[in-house]
């Protein structure tokens, strides 16, 4: 992102939206076309998420929604690695640049971007007859050697899972006119608050020092508890049990699956969710509980890791397996 003295068009739509938000004098106020991300002996995580118009948004999502999202899927994926946000780099491939879609989102990706720390250093913008996406990498920091990644998972180590899970693919499921739609429909509260979790996650980066301090693997949960749960123990090289009944929902899902509108399937496997899944020894598990109540977040211990390495199993009440058709949103 750069601003010459005879600036094009794109240089002037970067101008006057995002140079704003580049606050980090590594960013040299976008002049330059690289910045500077500075360490004091801390590692550097790097994660990288697109979203895409039509696959991780609707075209008639809101652009301040679709700005926070596209933000907050990379923090929950720093979150998940005990990582600090120390900035982001941006690249918006859009169809046209009109300022009553521009302005709110590049408002609201400023507002995250304070609120969460995580400054804006660059980035790039191009033209595209197809679908828009917005494509963000963003930079954290954990002391030398401490990131949390998926390989150190054990047998005997609790799963504990952040907030609640489902509510975005509930959410989803209620704007494209799904089950869901027609079972809320007479409940405005429940309605919002589900298309609320699939528009604006919120990314547990409250925590990030706690999993650091407490856990032995975790991820976030981006494409549905079951399969990524999965991934966690293939990359562990371990096998896991859970206990269906201790997933944690809101009040709202709770309610669906209550009165068959939707099944219990349709939570575990949904993508969206941006919830912090770990793997903590029992000595350890109090405390990070502790340190979710501390910052209002609940932390929800749903299994156990066993050794082996077939597929996680999700039991019921009365300890029968259920039989998954699908573990989780896939892209092909």
């Known amino acids: 992102m750069t601003t010459p003295q005879n600036p094009s068009g794109e240089d002037s739509l970067i101008a006057l939206y995002f140079k704003p938000l580049a606050t980090d004098p590594g960013a040299f106020g976008l002049v330059d076309d690289a910045a500077i991300l500075s360490s004091a ?3 550097i995580v790097v994660t990288t998420d697109a979203v895409v118009e ?3 948004y609707l075209a008639t999502d809101p652009p301040d929604s679709i700005a926070r999202k596209a933000l907050r899927v990379n923090l929950s994926d720093l979150a998940a690695k005990g990582a600090e946000p120390a900035g982001f780099v941006l690249t918006l491939a859009l169809r046209s640049k009109e300022d009553a879609w521009l302005r709110p989102f590049a408002d609201a990706l400023g507002k995250d971007a304070k609120t969460f720390a995580c400054p804006l250093l660059g980035g790039d913008t191009v033209s595209t007859p197809g ?7 963003a930079f954290g920091r954990v002391p030398k050697g401490r990131m949390i990644g998926r390989t150190g998972a054990r047998p005997g180590d609790l799963i504990l899972v952040t907030g609640t899970i489902g509510d975005a693919a509930l959410g989803l499921d209620v704007l494209t006119g799904g089950a869901a739609a027609g079972a809320v429909a007479s409940d405005p509260a429940a309605r919002d608050a589900l ?18 301090d407490h856990a032995t693997a975790a991820m976030d949960v981006s494409d549905g508890l079951a399969g990524d749960l999965t991934k966690l123990c293939a990359a562990s090289g371990v096998s896991a049990t859970v206990e269906v009944a201790s997933v944690p929902l809101s009040t ?3 309610d ?6 939707v099944c219990v399937e349709t939570l575990l496997a949904g993508g969206d969710d941006y919830e912090v899944l770990c793997t903590v020894s029992p000595a350890q598990s109090d405390a990070l509980i ?3 109540q501390a910052v209002g977040v609940a932390v929800t211990a749903i299994g156990t890791i066993v050794e082996g390495r077939e597929r996680p199993r999700f039991l019921d009440g009365q300890g029968q397996e259920l039989a998954l058709k699908r ?3 896939s892209h092909f």
């Open 256 to 261: 669906l699956v209550a009165r068959n509108a």
């Open 41 to 43: 002996g801390e590692d």
């Open 131 to 137: 679908p828009q996406m917005i494509s963000i990498t």
């Open 252 to 254: 709202a899902a709770r």
């Open 195 to 212: 298309i609320s979790r699939y528009r604006i996650p919120q990314p547990r980066n409250a925590l990030a020092q706690a999993v650091r």
């Open 54 to 56: 039509g696959v991780h």
């Open 290 to 292: 502790a340190a979710g």
């Open 327 to 329: 573990l989780s949103y």
